[in-house]
């Protein structure tokens, strides 16, 4: 897909502040500092709209960025963050399951995860209660720039096997600074539109 605009629309904590035009949207979910916010600038061909830092725990809102005016990517908070305190975890837990229950517009979640690592308690905990509200899930394992190319195999099989991951759903290997996995990406995304 040619990326031609690409906004930030709202960073909004509760349904009446979410946008209400009736256009497909995207949730990012991952851990803290996983690439979530790299990917969204690579897929639109932008360095920084979503911003990316260092510091873990950075998106406590959910962020909704408007591409071509034909959908939404939506960047939710990271989890398993461990210096955010037990009350605010909750906050954004109760966020996160009113968006991914009750949005109409939502298509599929991309699960972000990092290539490197088996993924987490915490990612095999989201990717099941994404399967739990019969959400289409689509993995993208990401930092694949940071991996030799013989060893992808192995580490998206134990991506695989440690999700549990079913067949129908998409595992895309990604890298935030080669762009390898965008076409891939965007054409699972145009699957779901």
Request: a positive charge; glycine letters at 6%; proline letters at 5%.
């Amino acid at each position: 897909m040619k990326v031609t605009s690409a906004d930030i629309v709202i960073s909004a904590v509760k349904p009446e502040q979410y946008p209400t035009e009736p256009i497909p949207e995207f949730a990012l979910a991952g851990r803290s500092n996983v690439g979530k916010s790299s990917f969204i600038n690579k897929m639109i061909n932008r360095k920084s709209l979503a911003r990316t830092s260092s510091k873990p725990g950075k998106t406590q809102t959910l962020n909704f960025y408007i591409i071509n005016d034909q959908l939404h990517f939506v960047d939710v908070p990271g989890y398993g963050y461990a210096k955010v305190s037990k009350t605010e975890r909750e906050a954004w837990g109760r966020m996160l399951e009113t968006y991914f229950t009750s949005r109409k517009q939502l298509r599929a979640a991309l699960l972000i995860v990092d290539l490197r690592h088996p993924p987490t308690k915490d990612d095999i905990a989201m990717y099941n209660f994404l399967k739990h509200y019969e959400l289409p899930c689509i993995v993208v394992a990401t930092k694949a720039d940071k991996i030799p190319k013989g060893k992808w195999q192995k580490h998206l099989k134990v991506t695989r096997e440690t999700l549990n991951l079913d067949q129908d759903d998409q595992l895309i290997l990604f890298s935030g600074e080669t762009g390898q996995g965008k076409e891939q990406a965007w054409g699972t995304l145009k699957s779901f539109m």
